[in-house]
T-cell receptor
Framework: GENVEQHPSTLSVQEGDSAVIKCTYSDSASNYFPWYKQELGKRPQLIIDIRSNVGEKKDQRIAVTLNKTAKHFSLHITETQPEDSAVYFC?????????FGAGTTVTVRA | DGGITQSPKYLFRKEGQNVTLSCEQNLNHDAMYWYRQDPGQGLRLIYYSQIVNDFQKGDIAEGYSVSREKKESFPLTVTSAQKNPTAFYLCASLKSGRANTGELFFGEGSRLTVL
């Protein structure tokens, strides 16, 4: 969606390396930032989210950071594994709906 | 086993025909959404409904119609007015009508191909 920009569109990493995906949003009222993972042929599923009252959240190998001043948030995947290969979407709420980024295709090379 | 069921999974349509995609949820969620997914364009919102008997246009509503007569059901009709209907369609639901309240649950999608 035009309210959320996501970069890069594709990302290839060596297994064991880190991957970082960045998103920017335009609505300063946005206060909830989820990340969804979509494996090939499957539905998108929530993997982590962050609210605007915190700057960072971790869950095992994944983490999300938020910079409200700059209006951007990032997904960090450490020690990447083959099962991390998927399309990742960031999102931010605009009024009563979620606006999604265009997605990042992550490929983990063995 | 709670979740969202979309049908059909695959659908072929001739130009000029209307088709209806089904979406049913048994999660007791108030809000339901239809997204269209095209390669490289992410998920674009077609229509959404925060409550029964009410729905609003999303970012790309032209050529589509919906109804929300029951809480569990939110069917999408792709009309002949939609100029480029070939796409992957995803239905989703949310417990409340506010998009910042939690996880959006998605169905498995319906792939529509216009011949």
């Amino acid at each position: 969606g035009e309210n959320v920009e996501q970069h890069p569109s594709t990302l290839s990493v060596q297994e064991g390396d880190s991957a970082v995906i960045k998103c920017t949003y335009s609505d300063s009222a946005s206060n909830y930032f989820p990340w969804y993972k979509q494996e090939l042929g499957k539905r998108p599923q929530l993997i982590i989210d962050i609210r605007s009252n915190v700057g960072e959240k971790k869950d095992q190998r994944i983490a999300v950071t938020l910079n409200k001043t700059a209006k951007h948030f990032s997904l960090h995947i450490t020690e990447t594994q083959p099962e991390d290969s998927a399309v990742y979407f960031c999102a931010a709420p605009v009024d009563y709906k979620l606006s999604f980024g265009a997605g990042t295709t992550v490929t983990v090379r063995a | 086993d709670g979740g969202i069921t979309q049908s059909p999974k695959y659908l072929f349509r001739k130009e000029g025909q209307n088709v209806t995609l089904s979406c049913e949820q048994n999660l007791n969620h108030d809000a339901m959404y239809w997204y269209r997914q095209d390669p490289g364009q992410g998920l674009r919102l077609i229509y959404y409904s925060q409550i029964v008997n009410d729905f609003q246009k999303g970012d790309i509503a032209e050529g589509y119609s919906v109804s929300r007569e029951k809480k569990e059901s939110f069917p999408l009709t792709v009309t002949s007015a939609q100029k480029n209907p070939t796409a992957f369609y995803l239905c989703a639901s949310l417990k409340s009508g506010r998009a910042n309240t939690g996880e959006l649950f998605f169905g498995e999608g319906s792939r529509l191909t216009v011949l």
